[in-house]
């Protein structure tokens, strides 16, 4: 019987390689984006793949599109949320309000637009996979990265407090936190302001998904997966917070 998942932010990066593997997979995949073009493009030569145009801090066009969804392709058997974004002008001090708006209503809302539409069928139907992407700078945080570290705070925060809610439900629940990734979003944070990332790069999309994909394939997976060098990063905030400060603050100088 084929399934079906539902993927946000599939118009590129990470949430791109997400919907194509599925659909390569068999799957039927509702790709969501923001992005219609984008959507065009990961869409390309997968005919069991379907797009839809959606602002998902919008609460009432994710439960349309939802809605839509399970019209068009049935039942949501997997939930995939990569959709996100950032901004990184300045200093705590100094950074547009507006700005730190727009991340917590992408970022957080979003999350919780997306389970709040999903989820309850899945708890009816007493089976589902449910993937939100966190970040380890929600465990992790660094200089000029204030308003998007706190956005991705209150999605684990928002995850570890509905894992208990969900725990018998047959509903499996998976935050991703990747570390910096190689994607167009970690170019975009390069062009507003590179010294907040202290000239490291990043990991690739790919290797953060074949993580993601060795943690589903567990028979329970953990709750929160950290790729690469995401892992030793929460290890040494959670164990040893002053080295992981003092590391950061000899890495990482921000300049406006």
Same mark, same amino acid.
């Given at each position: ?10 118009? $590129?990066?990470m ?6 593997? &599925? ?38 066009q994710?439960?349309?599109?939802v809605?839509?969804?399970? $019209?068009?392709?049935g039942?949501?058997?997997? &939930? ?9 002008h ?7 309000v ?17 389970? =709040? ?5 899945? =708890? ?5 996979t ?10 992790? !945080? $660094? ?31 998976l935050a991703?936190c990747p570390?910096?990734?190689e994607?167009?979003? &970690? ?11 202290? /000239?490291?790069? /990043?990991m ?5 998904i ?8 567990? !028979? ?23 080295v ?7 890495k990482? =100088?921000?300049?406006?």
């Amino acid at each position: 019987m084929t399934q079906t998942a539902l993927v946000t932010g599939a118009a $590129s990066g990470m949430g791109r390689i997400v919907a194509q593997r &599925l659909a390569a997979a068999g799957w039927r995949v509702a790709a969501v984006d923001l992005n219609a073009d984008g959507l065009a493009e990961t869409a390309q030569r997968s005919p069991n793949m379907h797009t839809y145009t959606c602002d998902v801090s919008d609460t009432d066009q994710v439960f349309a599109v939802v809605d839509k969804v399970r $019209s068009e392709l049935g039942t949501i058997d997997r &939930l995939v949320h990569a959709a996100g974004m950032a901004h990184v002008h300045g200093t705590a001090l100094d950074h547009d309000v507006a700005q730190i708006k727009q991340m917590i209503n992408v970022n957080y809302i979003g999350t919780v637009n997306l389970c =709040q539409a999903v989820i309850p069928a899945m =708890q009816q139907a007493g089976t589902g996979t449910v993937v939100l992407f966190a970040s380890v700078a929600g465990w992790l !945080p $660094s200089p000029g990265m204030a308003g998007y570290t706190a956005s991705k705070h209150a999605v684990i925060g928002f995850v570890d407090s509905m894992a208990y809610e969900l725990d018998g439900s047959g509903v499996r629940l998976l935050a991703l936190c990747p570390p910096m990734v190689e994607t167009a979003f &970690l170019k975009n944070i390069r062009d507003e302001n590179a010294s907040v990332l202290g /000239g490291a790069g /990043g990991m690739q999309p790919e290797a953060v998904i074949d993580a993601l994909e060795k943690a589903l394939a567990k !028979p329970k997976n953990p709750l929160f997966v950290f790729p690469g060098e995401a892992y030793p990063g929460y290890l040494m905030r959670r164990f040893l917070p002053g080295v992981a400060r003092a590391i950061v603050k000899r890495k990482i =100088q921000v300049t406006n």
